[in-house]
């Protein structure tokens, strides 16, 4: 059948393909994180696991020396990836690359760096820390951001919208403990401001909905898609007190 309807999760890649960041976030954020760090040079390694389209990944290469490598599981963000790479004359030191950062290809004690911005709470904190230190080298730095409760209230409106979205959310505090029980010291954590959620992310998406609408017209999985990304922005209007992204960078001890 020519006219195949697309699932929701069809419209997810396709709305998110032409954003400049798939996820929560901001360049100045990016870069705040990076002055955490102090091993960098002209050989270093750096992986940017799930890097979509390379939002992040490219202000990386712009601001570090060294080799990165992009891992995301969606072959069309990678090759969306290697273009944004040629078109910033980074190729020769940025390359994306379809793969899992749940089973990663590459070899123990290989990287510098380990980068990873909006992906790491829909495999678990702990479980992704955990195998991804093996590919650290000592005094490597991981730097990763992950949806936090900022508060010890929790409403119960905004609590089950995140056990519904299959993503671990848990305090500060009990992932700074994580990342210490894993085998890092920790360098830094830091919420991002409101604006990494609206002027980046929901404002961009706002009307990549809308351009589907127009792709769609009368499409019900739409009108759906579209229905559940306004609950998610007026949500985090209404509760955003309660939780936000926070950068959580540690060091491999």
């Given at each position: 059948?020519?006219?195949?309807?697309?699932?929701?999760?069809?419209?997810?890649?396709?709305?998110?393909?032409?954003?400049?960041?798939?996820?929560?976030?901001?360049?100045?954020?990016?870069?705040?994180?990076?002055?955490?760090?102090?091993?960098?040079?002209?050989?270093?390694?750096?992986?940017?696991?799930?890097?979509?389209?390379?939002?992040?990944?490219?202000?990386?290469a712009q601001n570090i020396a060294g080799s990165i490598i992009g891992v995301d599981i969606y072959p069309a963000f990678i090759n969306?990836?290697?273009?944004?790479?040629?078109?910033?004359?980074?190729?020769?030191?940025?390359?994306?690359?379809?793969?899992?950062?749940?089973?990663?290809?590459?070899?123990?004690?290989?990287?510098?760096?380990?980068?990873?911005?909006?992906?790491?709470?829909?495999?678990?904190?702990?479980?992704?820390?955990?195998?991804?230190?093996?590919?650290?080298?000592?005094?490597?730095?991981?730097?990763?951001?992950?949806?936090?409760?900022?508060?010890?209230?929790?409403?119960?409106?905004?609590?089950?919208?995140?056990v519904d979205a299959g993503g671990s959310i848990d305090s500060i505090g009990s992932n700074i403990s994580i990342m210490q029980k894993?085998?890092?010291?920790?360098?830094?954590?830091?919420?991002?401001?409101?604006?990494?959620?609206?002027?980046?992310?929901?404002?961009?998406?706002?009307?990549?909905?809308?351009?589907?609408?127009?792709?769609?017209?009368?499409?019900?999985?739409?009108?759906?898609?579209?229905?559940?990304?306004?609950?998610?922005?007026?949500?985090?209007?209404?509760?955003?007190?309660?939780?936000?992204?926070?950068?959580?960078?540690?060091?491999?001890?």
């Amino acid at each position: 059948m020519e006219n195949k309807q697309p699932t929701i999760d069809d419209l997810g890649y396709e709305s998110h393909m032409g954003l400049e960041r798939q996820g929560i976030g901001s360049a100045e954020m990016t870069i705040k994180a990076l002055s955490f760090l102090d091993n960098l040079n002209d050989i270093s390694k750096t992986a940017d696991l799930a890097c979509g389209t390379g939002g992040q990944t490219m202000v990386l290469a712009q601001n570090i020396a060294g080799s990165i490598i992009g891992v995301d599981i969606y072959p069309a963000f990678i090759n969306v990836f290697n273009d944004n790479a040629k078109k910033l004359n980074l190729q020769n030191r940025v390359n994306g690359i379809v793969g899992s950062m749940e089973n990663l290809p590459f070899q123990k004690e290989e990287f510098d760096l380990i980068w990873s911005e909006g992906a790491i709470d829909s495999i678990g904190f702990e479980k992704g820390l955990t195998h991804w230190i093996g590919f650290l080298k000592k005094n490597g730095y991981v730097a990763v951001t992950c949806p936090s409760w900022l508060t010890y209230e929790r409403p119960a409106e905004i609590e089950k919208f995140w056990v519904d979205a299959g993503g671990s959310i848990d305090s500060i505090g009990s992932n700074i403990s994580i990342m210490q029980k894993v085998g890092y010291s920790l360098a830094a954590a830091f919420v991002l401001p409101e604006k990494c959620w609206t002027d980046t992310y929901f404002i961009p998406r706002e009307a990549a909905d809308k351009a589907l609408l127009e792709k769609y017209p009368g499409n019900e999985n739409v009108k759906e898609y579209i229905k559940e990304n306004k609950f998610e922005a007026e949500l985090y209007s209404k509760y955003k007190q309660y939780y936000g992204y926070v950068f959580y960078i540690g060091k491999k001890i």
